[in-house]
T-cell receptor, first 110, second 116 residues
């Protein structure tokens, strides 16, 4: 079966750094995506990891450890507009099927 | 805007009625996916097309659901005899090549279905 775990909610202060963790147990692994989703809107692509290590893209970085079934998304210099849900999704099988976690709702406060 | 577009964005229907959603993927994307998302949950995979061929269907997709992509471009998702449990956001996504190759999968803004 597929199991992807993320914290349900997190709160952080504007200007701070926050790390959102994702652990997975899936049959097959072909990479891991992070998406941002504002309420009522489409998920938008943030990052993709398939090899172990850190991928940095501006204020956002994503890390993957395949042996541990673990990833995190790091958000730096938080802004109010970063308040959203962050979805971890594992690519399984040749169908490129994405299996999503339930998402982490991040609230950025002043 | 040349992103994934979905229509209608919102649909309210009475239980037992049929509904159809349309998705126009990003031009030249050969893969098209349908997902369903309920409040507080991540999207759940329903089905996927490579060009016009429907290659995988989830067990979530009961026989009341049918999806087509007749010419390998736009796709439709039809739900027959809707039930209240069908109330959800139906997301379409597309990509050129597969996510397993790191190709980004782009999502549309979704079609909200409310069954009353």
């Amino acid at each position: 079966g597929q199991n992807i775990d993320q914290p349900t909610e997190m709160t952080a202060t504007e200007g701070a750094i926050v790390q959102i963790n994702c652990t997975y147990q899936t049959s097959g692994f072909n990479g891991l995506f992070w998406y941002q989703q504002h309420a009522g809107e489409a998920p938008t692509f943030l990052s993709y990891n398939v090899l172990d290590g850190l991928e940095e893209k501006g204020r956002f970085s994503s890390f993957l450890s395949r042996s541990k079934g673990y990833s995190y998304l790091l958000l730096k210099e938080l802004q109010m507009k970063d308040s959203a849900s962050y979805l971890c999704a594992v690519v399984t099988g040749t169908a490129s099927k994405l299996t999503f976690g339930t998402g982490t709702r991040l609230q950025v406060t002043l | 805007d040349t992103g994934v577009s979905q229509d209608p964005r919102h649909k309210i229907t009475k239980r037992g009625q049929n509904v159809t959603f349309r998705c126009d993927p990003i031009s030249e994307h050969n893969r098209l996916y349908w997902y369903r998302q309920t409040l507080g949950q991540g999207p759940e995979f329903l089905t996927y097309f490579q060009n016009e061929a429907q290659l995988e269907k989830s067990r979530l997709l009961s026989d009341r659901f049918s999806a087509e992509r007749p010419k390998g471009s736009f796709s439709t998702l039809e739900i027959q005899r809707t039930e209240q449990g069908d109330s959800a956001m139906y997301l379409c996504a597309s990509s050129f090549g597969g996510g397993e190759s790191g190709n980004t999968i782009y999502f549309g803004e979704g079609s909200w279905l409310t069954v009353v």
